[in-house]
């Protein structure tokens, strides 16, 4: 039994398990650096962590509140620029990144630009920035959102950032280089991407949450795996960390 | 070389490099004293309509100064490279200085939330808009630096944000895959905020480079804001940290502080208190306008906005941030 925890710190604890060690994960602020950091501190000390302004290998002192803070080089092996992090996912060194947005579609094609038309837009949102980049060139993104139909849609008002497109093959098609989603970890489920079809596909079932509340609240048709499982709760440890190392002024985990 | 698909958004800037160069091959080379104030940059390199882009990441090491005196030289009609932009997009708004834009990362303030006013201008169909991502817009600059008409990404193929650019889709000649095209982009001018610079221009940045070494190169006039001026024997002492070159700069504006509210790096942190501020206060538009004549319109200068902001006291507090040390 594990002491009480909040949605967003289940959601980091989970992401945090994804990433192993040796590898590189390019993060934004907020939830996807608080998993990074949880997992360095952890498990995979090794795990190199990126930001796109130019931020290689920090040791990380507290969460930044910007991708382009002094925080994000505080002890880094190198202070580079944009241009130099980019082309380093482009050439594949580059195994995990986190992405966001506002709506997302059943092959992880994400919306981070408009809701609505998009020369009247109903809601303006900031655009790729480097989300589009990172899912052009990682070779596993994730993202972490709270689980509601107004997210989870049919179809996505724009695309700005490629899942696998229209199903299997099409990022081949399109020229896009081999990546594509990994994991969708939600305050509900964690999703994964089938194989063939490249549709999303229920990989595990949070604590005390069933399968037809995540239906409920997914606005397609959703896939379940053969071996639905049940995801594991935050451990004593990995909450200890979170709450004194990680995020100990609660500025991602008190947002739940 | 065939193109297979292409962005239907207009492109703001002619990719021709011979243009360029014949504009670079007249630059003055002097090594000149270009020392100059805010009020001098804006009237003399900033006129209505021309095509700014700003240094820095949104709110680290940004020109804030000579953004303030954009908005209060009542500059309109720029266009404007959306390049990372966060605090600089969000006074650059609250001017309504601006009707194109080469988007990439716009409206937000990163974890701290969209900005309401900058919605409200970019939902108000008063601004053209061009789809990129940040690295798309770094190669577009990168390829102006280097003096070509265009550069190779394998960002934007299969979305949207092709669409809605001015890239094109290639074959490549090599090996038939596709890749996305994006046009060499020469802004007309440029304000980086450094740590040190030369009264001649040659400056220094410390930290990330984000794309400042390319947007140098790229525009054709540059104005450097450096956090303080420095001897030329400085700066040959050590010529291995010379970020920009005296003959890519047209004008040097020392501003202490320069990059308030937002972070410098190893000097000050980003003021969040006043950030917080300025994201409630643009909720209210008749709120907004008041808070703009406090702090923008009804200073003279940028020293009196910092003595607004809280003045020495308030900056000492962001150093002590900055360099982690214990309170």
């Known amino acids: 039994m594990s002491s009480p925890y909040n949605m967003m710190e289940m959601m980091i604890c989970i992401a945090s398990r994804f990433l192993e060690d040796g590898k590189t994960v390019a993060v934004g602020t907020g939830a996807p650096c608080a998993a990074a950091m949880l997992a360095q501190k952890l498990h995979s000390p090794n795990l190199i962590i990126l930001f796109e302004a130019g931020g290689v290998a920090p040791l990380l002192p507290q969460m930044p509140i910007s991708v382009g803070d002094s925080r994000t080089f505080f002890r880094a092996v190198m202070a580079a620029g944009m241009n130099e992090m980019m082309t380093t996912c482009c050439r594949g060194q580059v195994d995990y990144a986190f992405l966001g947005g506002a709506q997302i579609d059943k092959y992880g094609n994400i919306n981070s630009t408009v809701v609505g038309d998009y020369y009247k837009p109903k809601v303006r949102f900031p655009g790729s920035g480097g989300a589009n980049d990172f899912a052009s060139f990682c070779w596993r993104t994730m993202i972490m959102t709270v689980h509601s139909k107004a997210r989870f849609v049919e179809k996505c008002d724009f695309i700005t950032s490629p899942g696998y497109l229209t199903g299997a093959g099409a990022r081949e098609a399109a020229g896009l280089p081999q990546g594509g989603p990994y994991k969708i970890i939600t305050d509900l489920a964690v999703m994964g991407f089938d194989e063939e079809t490249r549709a999303m596909k229920v990989e595990s079932l949070h604590p005390g949450v069933e399968l037809d509340k995540v239906r409920a609240e997914t606005g397609f048709e959703l896939l379940v795996a053969k071996d639905l499982g049940r995801t594991d709760p935050p451990t004593d440890e990995e909450l200890r960390i979170l709450r004194e190392e990680v995020d100990p002024l609660r500025l991602v985990i008190g947002r739940a | ?327």
């Not at chain 2, 601004?127 to 280097?146: D, G, S």
Request: a neutral charge; proline letters at 5%; one cysteine or more.
């Open chain 2, 1 to 327: 070389m065939k193109v297979l698909d292409q962005g239907i958004n207009p492109l703001f800037m002619d990719p021709d490099p011979d243009k360029a160069r014949e504009f670079f091959r007249k630059k003055p080379r002097a090594m000149v004293d270009k020392r100059m104030t805010e009020k001098e940059v804006v009237a003399k390199f900033i006129p209505d309509g021309c095509y700014l882009g700003i240094g820095g990441f949104g709110a680290n090491r940004i020109p804030t100064a000579v953004i303030h005196e954009i908005l209060r030289a009542r500059r309109k009609n720029l266009g404007f490279l959306g390049h990372t932009s966060t605090h600089d997009f969000q006074l650059l708004c609250a001017g309504k200085c601006f009707n194109r834009l080469d988007a990439a990362y716009i409206v937000g303030l990163e974890a701290r939330g969209l900005s309401p006013n900058a919605r409200r201008y970019m939902e108000s169909g008063e601004v053209k808009v061009c789809e990129w991502t940040n690295y798309a817009l770094a190669a577009r600059l990168r390829a102006a630096a280097e003096g070509v008409s265009f550069a190779i990404v394998r960002s934007m193929l299969g979305t949207d944000t092709l669409k809605m650019s001015a890239a094109k889709v290639i074959e490549c000649p090599f090996t038939g895959k596709k890749f996305a095209a994006v046009p060499a982009l020469w802004p007309d001018v440029a304000v980086i905020h450094v740590h040190e610079a030369d009264m001649y221009g040659n400056a220094v940045f410390r930290g990330i480079s984000i794309a400042d070494l390319e947007l140098a190169r790229a525009a054709k006039h540059v104005i450097v804001t450096a956090e303080r001026l420095v001897n030329n024997f400085t700066i040959r002492n050590n010529p291995t940290a010379t970020s920009i070159p005296f003959y890519l700069v047209d004008a040097v504006v020392e501003v202490p502080y320069g990059s308030y509210p937002g972070n410098m790096p190893y000097l000050y942190f980003s003021d969040e208190e006043h950030l917080a501020a300025w994201m409630k206060a643009e909720k209210d538009p008749k709120e907004f306008e008041a808070f703009l004549d406090h702090y923008i319109y009804g200073v003279s200068c940028f020293e009196e906005y910092l003595d607004r902001c809280g003045g020495l006291k308030k900056l000492k507090e962001l150093q002590k941030l900055e360099t982690l040390v214990e309170k």
